[in-house]
């Protein structure tokens, strides 16, 4: 069976430093191939050139570039050993559709699920995250797993009760979806700012469950403490849906965001959960929110995000049962 993935800009060639073509020379930009409609292995690129849901969240504009700019910093990075990666373009999001987006979006994801595939969604603001959502929901693989989690590495529940759909209601858009479906799923939040979030939206986590970890208590001598919360969320799901908001990161390390943090998570951390998560055999679809490349300094937020991007791509340890057999 064949699974095509319709976007609104195909991929384009990828181009960095090349220093040979044997396999100790390899670079992303040398592993990278046009997706191809057929079952296979390995990661699907899928860009989400989004900003709409940040507008309609009062937030600075500028994550619709997101994409182009994690492929730019993917593709001179080093791979220690091949890998099999496809580019499968970008569903473009214009002013106002940005519902038939989300929905072109989960479609992708869906095929790319389908054909056995790590779909790496590169967005776009955090209105990513419900078509993400989508994609996962209705693949073949959340048939056989039906039991999701939804880790959100953030600074920000995104679970606001608003008439219109933005970057500030995926997870209470996801939340609904799955209580009118009568489907399960699970939650959980690392890098919750206090001060970045109401008391109206705290009251809305505890109500929906959610679990969360406030920044305060995700340093790197917190490392134990995180190791336990990811594992205990792990322990309790079928499939991992990981999305990471960029903005969870200190500004200092991630200026290129719509709203970037004064406190933070370190790096180090973040990476860590990525690699527990990511060595799971859990993990069904992955997504990166946020980045604005107008507001970045010296590339170093699209930098970072390449850099978990790259990790998780080369440790993933692939979820059984996700092709059609």
Not at 96 to 118: F, K
Not at 213 to 240: K, Q, W
């Amino acid at each position: 069976m064949t699974h095509e993935i319709i976007v609104d800009v195909p991929p384009r060639p990828w181009a960095g430093r090349t220093d040979g073509t044997a396999s100790e020379h390899l670079r992303w930009h040398q592993a990278v191939t046009p997706y191809t409609p057929a079952d296979g292995d390995g990661c699907v690129l899928i860009g989400f050139a989004s900003d709409e849901g940040v507008r309609r969240n009062k937030g600075r504009r500028g994550a619709a570039g997101g994409p182009d700019a994690l492929r730019s910093a993917l593709s001179s990075m080093a791979l220690e050993r091949p890998v099999s990666v496809a580019d499968a373009g970008t569903v473009s999001v214009t002013d106002e559709n940005l519902e038939d987006g989300q929905a072109a979006l989960g479609r992708a994801v869906s095929a790319a699920l389908d054909a056995g595939r790590l779909p790496v969604v590169l967005g776009g603001g955090h209105e990513v995250a419900y078509g993400t959502y989508l994609g996962a929901a209705n693949s073949q693989l959340r048939r056989r797993r039906p039991r999701l989690g939804v880790l959100n590495l953030d600074a920000h529940f995104d679970l606001r009760s608003d008439t219109v759909p933005s970057s500030g209601t995926p997870f209470r858009q996801i939340a609904e979806a799955e209580q009118a479906a009568g489907t399960s799923h699970r939650y959980d939040v690392i890098g919750i700012s206090q001060p970045s979030n109401t008391a109206a939206l705290f009251d809305t986590a505890h109500r929906f469950g959610v679990r969360y970890l406030l920044d305060d208590h995700c340093g790197v001598a917190d490392r134990a403490g995180v190791d336990g919360f990811v594992t205990t969320f792990l322990d309790d799901v079928d499939l991992v849906y990981l999305t990471i908001d960029l903005d969870v990161l200190p500004a200092a390390v991630a200026p290129g965001v719509s709203a970037p943090a004064a406190y933070g998570v370190p790096v180090e951390i973040i990476q860590r959960v990525c690699d527990l998560v990511a060595a799971s055999g859990k993990l069904a679809v992955v997504d990166v929110a946020e980045l604005n490349p107008e507001l970045d300094v010296d590339n170093r937020t699209a930098r970072t995000a390449a850099r978990l991007i790259h990790r998780i791509v080369t440790s993933h340890v692939a979820v059984t049962g996700g092709d059609n057999s």
